[in-house]
Each structure stands twice: as C-alpha cells, then as structure tokens.
C-alpha cells in the first residue's frame, strides 16, 4: 500500500511538472526592461558666451597721394587686449561636430603714437576699435573635448589720427604737399576680410563649456581718406593683418542638468498637460528713437539652473548699437556710432507678485564719430564694470510698479526709468505714467511720457513706451520705444 502511494504520487508530481512545462511555454518570454532613451549629444545646439584675449598685428603704410608711387611712410605694430560675445550653433554626427558662429569683440589693440611719413616730422597713432567674425568651424570630439578648425568673413573698425609737430629737421612739404603743421587729421575705416583659426574646447558639466583659440585676421590693402574736418584732405593706402589668441567660456541650450544622475530636465513633458512648463530663457529685442538718435538692440536673461519663476541665478547677455547726430560749437553737424555689449550675472528674487533681480558683471562700448571733437570725451573704445537692477512689482492684480536701473564705469553710462500701470480692461495690460533719464559724459536726458505693458500674442509680449524728452546736447523733442520679448 505504501508502495502504491509513493508511485501515485510519482505520478501525480510528474503530470503537475508537465502541465506547469506546458503553462510556462504558453507565457510570453521575460525581457529586461529598455534603458532610458540616451541623452541629448552634450555639443549639439545654440550656445553664447563671452570671451577676452589679446591681439597684435602689423599695419603698412603706403603713400597714393598725391600720385600713387606706393612709397613706404610707415610700418607700425599695434597690439592689446580684446574682449566680447560671442553666439552660435553647433550639430554633432558621431564624433564629427559643425556649426556656425559669429562674435564680436570690443579691442583695446592700438599704437598710440609712432612716426609716419617723412616730412613735418608727424606723429600717428591707429586703433583698431573692434573686430567681428562669422564663421564656419568643423571639428572632432573626443568625450567632453572638442578641437576644431574654423574659418569665414572678418570685418574691422579701424581709427587713426595725424599730425605734424614740424618739431624735427625734416622738411615742411614734400613734392609740394605742405605739413600743415599742429592740424590734426583723422580717419575711419570699416572693411571686410577674412580669418582661419582653430582651438579646443572642454565642457566642464553639460550647460557650461570653456575654450582656448587662436585666430588669423587678414584685411588686405585700401585707400583710407584722412580729413581735418575743414578743407584739409589726403588719402594713404593700408594694408594690415592681426594675430588673436583668447580664452572664454560659452552657455549652452541643450536642455537642463537638474539631478546628478544627468537626465535631462523638461525631457519628456505630459502631453495631456495644459501647462506651457516651466521657461529658463526669456530672449529681447527692441528699438529706441528720440531726437537725432535711433538706438537698436538684443539681449536675453537665462535661468541656468532653476526655471524663470524660482529665485536663482541669473545671466543676462545685451547687444545695443545706436545712431547719433549732434552739432559742435562751430555749427558743424558730427555722427556717431556706439556699440556696446554687456554680460552680466546675478540673484533674482521671485514670487506671485514680484520679481526682483541684481546683475553685476563686464561692460564695453566703443563711439566712433565721423570727425573729430575734442570736447566729446566719449570716442573710441572703453571696458567697464557694469551694474544693474530691475524689479516688478504687482502690489494687486490690476497694478503694476516696474523700475529699472544700471550703471557702467565706461564712459560712466547710465539708465534708469520707473513706471506706474493700470488694468483698465482686466486684461492683463498696464496702462499708466513713466519717468526716465539716459546718459553718458557726453550728454544727458530726461523723459516723461506713458507706458503699455504686456500687450500679448500668444507667447510674445509688446511693450511701448513715448513722450517728451529733453536732451543736453539737442535739446527738447520726443521719445518713443518699442520692445518684444517671448520665454521657453
């Protein structure tokens, strides 16, 4: 009987493990789950950033004037220190990365005085004022190294003033062209060449990256008109070429690095989700005119580490160029040009109703007028130390206090405005009275008028502002500015 038991169940075991064989093979096979899709490649997308180097060249001076004999008058070595932006867009295939780029840098590069032509005993000086580039770069990656060469357009602003001191024994003309002696004469001269350089870049975590380059500047040769702002004139024939090493570190949008484990932020948004999610750029643009001034610029603020709503750090990047015209004591009608670029960093304080930031960082300009003045203290190129603040503040839901400030020690350029607005419409769009003041060591400017805030298109906000201004320099007339502004 015991017998018989252990056999059934023998049996009875084995017809059990059979049926589970059979069970088993009619369920799908076990498979590891799929690894989380791969990140972003760490180099391709938009970047800019801010570089500072140093810059010597050579620049030959030939004479074509009166007759064009090519005649050697001068061959002076400028050099200095450069600093800028920089912004551009990178594609990575495998280990293979290109892009395009282009950047400016403000030049401290000169030589200040060096002896010219052989009569008069004249003294020259030349300054490059700026450089700028547009570029293509093609290069290898190698983990988080980049080494790349590049190459494309250049263009310079170059200045250069002359006199003749008659202090010496050279003679006082030459094939009968006096040396007007103690006449100042100057020039200015923007010209396209071209560049080829190279360098490598490391990225330090997966936002932030710094490089080391050096690039070559050639700017051929052209005839250059040299005035005295009266009825003075001759023209000399420059050829030049520059040298440029510099060093910078470069931002860059190819999503957000928020945990240590490197995924990436805003990677896989809810698409059932009504909410925009959270933005860490916010980029504008806008236009400023008032009397015999029109004022251009581009800029953006970039949470780098928390989205715009949550107090953080901050980077603030600007480009302004402008347009001026004045007169001189004599009645004479000078235009200017400015450019100028700022890239800041700073703290924002941010809740419901207010958004308060503080910036502080490096500032340059450079103003280059159409003559000589000598009473105008602002001309040629400066580097500064710039400072700013902006706040908004709601202190219900239909009002609005804004205000604005900032300071640079180049040229000692300043802003401010403040403003008070009105939900008339319950709309979300302030209405109400501004008051601002501009200025520099040149002149100064005070404004009164209306502002509109935060007329919107879907994503796109427009701000206007216009009224009276009354200016040191032109004297009384009207303003009016317009900006547009979106955030991702």
Request: proline share 5%; with cysteine.
């Amino acid at each position: 009987m015991a017998r018989f038991a252990a056999a059934a169940f023998a049996v009875a075991m084995g017809i059990t493990g059979l049926f589970s064989v059979a069970k088993a093979a009619d369920l799908p096979a076990y498979k590891t789950p799929p690894l989380p899709p791969p990140i972003i490649d760490p180099w391709t997308g938009f970047y800019f950033g801010t570089h500072a180097g140093y810059g010597w060249g050579q620049k030959t001076f030939l004479d074509n004037f009166p007759t064009p004999d090519l005649a050697l008058d001068a061959r002076p070595s400028v050099s200095g220190g450069l600093a800028g932006l920089q912004a551009g867009y990178n594609y990575q295939f495998n280990w293979l990365l290109v892009g395009v780029e282009g950047d400016f840098s403000w030049s401290g590069v000169e030589n200040s005085t060096f002896s010219c032509f052989s009569f008069g005993n004249q003294d020259c000086s030349a300054h490059p004022e700026w450089f700028a580039t547009a570029t293509g770069h093609i290069g290898a990656v190698w983990g988080p190294f980049s080494i790349y060469g590049k190459g494309g357009a250049a263009w310079v602003e170059d200045s250069y003033t002359d006199v003749a001191t008659c202090h010496g024994s050279q003679p006082h003309n030459n094939g009968g062209i006096p040396a007007v002696c103690g006449d100042p004469f100057s020039a200015n001269d923007t010209r396209l060449g071209w560049t080829v350089g190279g360098g490598i870049e490391y990225q330090i975590s997966h936002n932030w990256s710094v490089f080391g380059e050096y690039d070559y500047m050639n700017f051929g040769g052209r005839s250059v008109p040299f005035t005295d702002g009266a009825n003075g004139f001759f023209t000399e024939e420059i050829h030049q070429f520059m040298n440029i090493v510099k060093v910078g570190v470069n931002y860059r949008f190819n999503g957000f690095d928020t945990s240590s484990t490197g995924m990436l932020a805003d990677a896989a948004p809810d698409v059932n989700s009504t909410d925009e999610g959270p933005t860490h750029v916010i980029a504008f643009t806008g236009v400023d005119v008032s009397k015999l001034s029109f004022d251009a610029y581009a800029g953006g603020m970039v949470a780098p580490f928390k989205d715009l709503d949550t107090s953080g750090f901050r980077l603030y990047i600007l480009g302004d160029g402008s347009w001026y015209k004045y007169f001189d004591s004599a009645g004479n009608g000078i235009k200017g040009v400015q450019l100028s670029g700022d890239f800041l960093g700073g703290y924002a304080f941010e809740a419901d109703n207010y958004s308060l930031n503080f910036l502080g960082g490096f500032n340059a300009e450079n103003d280059t007028l159409s003559q000589p003045d000598p009473t105008n203290k602002v001309v040629g190129t400066q580097f500064g130390i710039k400072v700013r603040t902006d706040d908004w503040y709601n202190p219900t839901d239909r009002t609005l206090l804004h205000t604005e400030a900032e300071f640079s020690s180049a040229f000692l350029t300043y802003y401010g405005t403040g403003s008070f607005g009105y939900d008339f419409l319950n709309d979300s769009i302030f209405v109400g009275p501004m008051i601002g003041t501009l200025g520099d060591e040149r002149y100064s400017q005070l404004r009164a008028g209306l502002s509109i805030t935060g007329i919107k298109f879907k994503n796109v906000q427009v701000d206007l502002s216009g009224g009276y201004a009354n200016d040191s320099v032109v004297g009384p007339g009207g303003f009016g500015k317009v900006e547009v502004s979106t955030s991702f």
